[in-house]
């Protein structure tokens, strides 16, 4: 730093110090495989590390933003007073205060875009620098030092100084707070400042003080300090600043937020604890999902995750302070932690048992007894639960167990972790009730079952087959890393023939999606070879596996090894159709040896059998699958079913709660061909048709099942736009091989949608009109709006401007539905260029996005993270969701739940691309 830096006695260092971030406990582990006693099978299993190099945990990063709180109506029109004031020289300071966090932060970017006329300076405050003096000021101000004249030269010394700039002493508060006003002050002149400070309950104390100087003395001044943090002792430091409080959201609105934002099966208990627990907080109550498992959400199936995150405000409580706690009321807090859905009544029943009140975690502020019993904190569950002794955790579940009436398998789950040793009656009711428990909790609590079942069990030929199940069970729901740890259990003395087979196809399938290329796709062949004489079943599964593999990994050298394992699988399976797998396996089989047109009668028979009403936890393995193929014989009716299938039986993770080959591909191992088809549709959306061109090209050449008809739409459009005659009527010659054979609406709509934006005058309209009609039967509202948008622009250009406004108004409004936010925006543009006022007249679209804010929405609609909006548009990930919240505002909508509507119902299932 200019000047030096310096470090006073009291540890004092400038604001150069790298910011930290909490780090979860560490975990404990059960003792290798093949070791006969379970020391403490409450704890994961040690895995075999080398077989899995990479991390493949499940992933909850791309979990969307918290939808942003609102504030009370009147304490807005008070924000309005104060924005006047400053603009017209008078302003002053107001808190926005949360009473259990986060959400404070969020409300502050409405306050932003309303400051629209201010130059806004705008700061986080984080814990890990609570200590260190001045250093959110630092962030604040420090650049504004830089090149500022107008400031005397006793208070720039005196700032430079604070900010560790100047080898001399630190300035105390009294001399830093008149320097800042004058600096603010002095920028104010030319336009009005606004101060915004996000989660000021972590403000440095000196900071602090200075802040609620300014806002005192800002009364005479072009100034706006607003301060935004949760309800603590540390916020108490701006008593005197006026507070405005955020309204807190009801019950039926979280719920069906929560459904919006986690789309996977939740248990009702479970869901409705955490709904108490986030007390009316919708932005707590995302945040708190981060880090949970599958199964544990789903049912609470699985053993409690260590987490901590920047949300906890109870930083005494969290590291384990609750040692003034007596014995009794500790393991009362650990039976409350250790109970996934706040029953009070079982809770109650605890007392009872260990002989003690809950008074004093109450008086203590740990725990809330009400409807539910629920936590000050999630990272307060986890903690209390995992700063206790195993002994103590598997007491705890025992006594659980025992006052657990009504609910069998959450009674066995307790009894499971209670186990001290192998027992294998218990192992056999855990792996009897893994299906009950699939019903409820999806594949991630069968998979967390059968582990339970697997580590208790004393045989170990018994215990490697239930690892393998599990283990299956595991990489379904998208656990990789589970899933290969479930291996190691699998050693070589409890191997025979059929086992040690098994074993090398699961290992296959995990390679599969950790590596990409021919490689894995060859193993998969090899283990479903072994497999053929010795469980012809299983066989069957590992050629599907293969033959996946091979389709979405291959390239122009690969062509030979496809043509080679579509042969052995038909051959394998065609005497053997009764399973819905085997049906897949030959209409995959048939399509790579005889082409599209004759695998779609196998297909759709697959599809079929995939949509009766009942099916074992191995046939809904393929459910994924079965919607993509759904998609890619253009079934709209079928796809829409096993879409909602899909998500019901919890299949797959967080991220990939969508059709797909199977879980794990859509996070970690296919290269994107779905998104590219994405970017297609954007960039037809905005008028860029040679990159539209590019992006659909490289779909075309994927041949991806449930992708490749829909970017071939794409590419006609794009190639018409653009003027390559030739190009569009080459795709839809393709197309049309696709859409004759499957003969549906959805097919054909498409198929005259291609016809009419090549068709001659005289015959365009026809085409247009059949679209719509056919489009509009398939309930695919995005593909519809489509069809109408491209008939209304036709329309518009012929000069029949009342014609064309009602076919653009119906695209606006189905593209509001489903949150096509790109075409929302197109279709405004031609409605502007009829004559009509969009702003009163399109839905969803009462004001005009900047291309930011279009850009930054339709990246968060295809599904990507802030993070990765940010590195797509070489933007800070705070710039990203300051500008999507600015979108929301717009477009009318609170979360991007809505705007995720269409990923959500489409996905990787080869849908319409509606933006």
């Known amino acids: 730093m200019p000047g030096g830096t310096s470090t006073s006695d009291d540890g004092w260092r400038p604001f150069s110090a790298a910011r930290s971030c909490f780090r979860v406990l560490p975990g404990e582990g059960l003792p290798g495989p093949g070791v006969p006693p379970v020391a403490d099978p409450g704890l994961d299993p040690v895995g075999d590390a080398q077989d899995c190099p990479m991390d493949v945990g499940p992933d909850t990063a791309g979990l969307p933003a918290a939808p942003r709180p609102r504030l009370n109506g009147p304490d807005e029109n008070r924000f309005e007073e104060l924005k006047r004031g400053a603009t017209a020289g008078s302003g002053g300071g107001i808190r926005i205060v949360d009473n259990r966090g986060i959400g404070s932060s969020s409300a502050l970017d409405p306050v932003i875009d309303k400051a629209a006329n201010f130059r806004v300076l705008r700061v986080r405050a984080v814990a890990a620098e609570q200590e260190i003096p001045f250093a959110a000021l630092h962030l604040l101000c420090g650049e504004l030092l830089e090149g500022c004249a107008l400031l005397p030269a006793v208070h720039l010394a005196t700032l430079r100084a604070a900010f560790g700039l100047l080898d001399e002493p630190r300035p105390s508060v009294g001399a830093v707070a008149p320097a800042v006003l004058e600096l603010l002050s002095g920028i104010a002149q030319g336009q009005p400042v606004c101060v915004a400070v996000d989660d000021a309950q972590w403000l440095d104390e000196p900071t602090a003080e200075v802040l609620a100087f300014v806002a005192a003395q800002a009364t005479h001044r072009p100034l706006m300090i607003v301060i935004a943090g949760t309800h603590t002792p540390r916020l108490d430091r701006f008593g005197q600043v006026p507070a405005m409080r955020m309204r807190p959201i009801d019950r039926g609105e979280l719920r069906g937020q929560l459904r919006a934002v986690w789309p996977g099966l939740v248990d009702d208990a479970v869901a409705e604890r955490m709904l108490a627990e986030s007390g009316g907080n919708l932005c707590m109550l995302v945040e708190s999902l981060r880090g949970y498992p599958a199964a544990e959400l789903a049912g609470g199936f699985v053993i409690p995750s260590p987490r901590r995150s920047r949300s906890c405000s109870y930083e005494g409580a969290c590291p384990g302070g609750d040692g003034h706690l007596t014995a009794a009321s500790r393991r009362l807090l650990l039976a409350a932690a250790a109970d996934p859905t706040g029953d009070v009544l079982l809770f109650e029943r605890m007392t009872a048992e260990l002989g003690v009140g809950s008074e004093t975690l109450v008086a203590a502020h740990l725990v809330e007894v009400g409807d539910h019993v629920t936590f000050a904190c999630p990272e307060l569950r986890s903690v209390s639960y995992h700063s206790a002794a195993p002994a103590e955790r598997r007491l705890i579940h025992r006594k659980l167990a025992q006052h657990t009436v009504g609910d069998p398998t959450r009674r066995l789950w307790h009894l499971g972790l209670a186990a001290a040793a192998q027992d294998d009656a218990l192992a056999d009711d855990l792996e009897t009730h893994a299906d009950l428990a699939q019903l409820r909790g999806g594949t991630a609590a069968r998979a967390a079952f059968l582990e339970r079942a697997a580590l208790l069990t004393s045989d170990p030929a018994g215990r490697a087959d239930r690892a393998l199940a599990a283990s299956a069970a595991m990489y379904d729901h998208g656990d990789l890393a589970g899933a290969q740890r479930l291996l190691a259990i699998v050693t070589p003395e409890s191997q025979d023939a059929v086992r040690a087979a098994r074993r090398s196809w699961h290992a296959a399938r995990i390679k599969s999606v950790v590596r990409s290329g021919a490689d894995p796709a060859r193993q998969l062949l090899e283990a479903a070879r072994r497999l053929l004489p010795l469980d012809p079943a299983d066989a069957r599964e590992a050629y599907l596996d293969a033959l996946l593999t091979a389709i979405f990994a291959a390239g122009p050298t690969d062509r030979a090894l496809l043509f080679v394992m579509a042969t052995e699988a038909r051959a394998a399976v065609c005497e053997q159709r009764r399973r819905p797998a085997d049906q897949l396996l030959f209409g995959l089989a ?204 036709w329309l518009r250009r012929r000069n029949r401007r009342v014609e064309a406004r009602a076919q653009l108004r119906a695209a606006s409004r189905h593209f509001g539905e489903v949150g096509a936010v790109a075409f929302i925006e197109r279709a405004r543009r ?75 119902l489409c996905g990787q299932a080869g849908t319409p691309a509606g933006s």
Do not use: M
């Open 830 to 904: 031609e409605l502007l260029a009829t004559g009509e006022n969009t702003r009163q007249q399109t839905d969803g679209s009462r004001r005009q996005l900047t291309p930011q804010e279009t850009q930054v929405a339709s990246l968060a609609q295809a599904g990507l993270s802030n993070a990765e909006i940010a590195a797509q548009l070489a933007i800070s990930p705070r710039t990203a969701e300051y500008h999507l919240y600015k979108a929301f505002a717009k477009l009318g909508v609170r979360s991007r739940a809505k705007l995720q509507r269409l990923r959500d």
């Open 590 to 793: 048939t399509r790579v040896l005889d082409g599209y047109a004759r695998s779609v009668a196998p297909l759709r028979a697959a599809i079929s059998a995939f949509r009766e009403p009942s099916l074992d936890p191995r046939v809904a393995r393929w459910l994924g699958l079965a919607g993509l193929l759904a998609a890619d014989v253009w079934d709209s009716q079928a796809w829409r079913d096993l879409v909602q299938r899909y998500a019901e039986t919890g299949q797959g993770t967080r991220r990939d709660n969508l059709p797909s080959p199977f879980p794990a591909w859509a996070g970690h191992h296919d290269t994107g061909i779905a998104e590219v088809v994405t970017a297609a549709a954007l960039h037809n959306a905005a008028g860029q048709y040679g990159l539209a061109v590019e992006a659909a090209h490289k779909a075309v050449r994927s041949e991806r099942p449930g992708v490749t008809g829909e970017a071939l739409i794409e590419l006609v459009e794009a190639a018409v736009r653009a003027g390559d005659q030739r190009l569009a009527a080459e795709t839809a010659a393709q197309l049309v091989q696709r859409t004759t054979p499957a003969g549906s609406d959805w097919a054909l709509g498409v198929q005259a949608t291609a016809e009419a934006l090549l068709a001659k005058e005289q015959n365009a309209e026809a085409a247009y009109r059949e679209a719509v009609e056919r489009l509009g039967r398939t309930g695919l509202l995005d593909r519809l709006g489509r069809a109408e948008l491209l008939y209304g622009e």
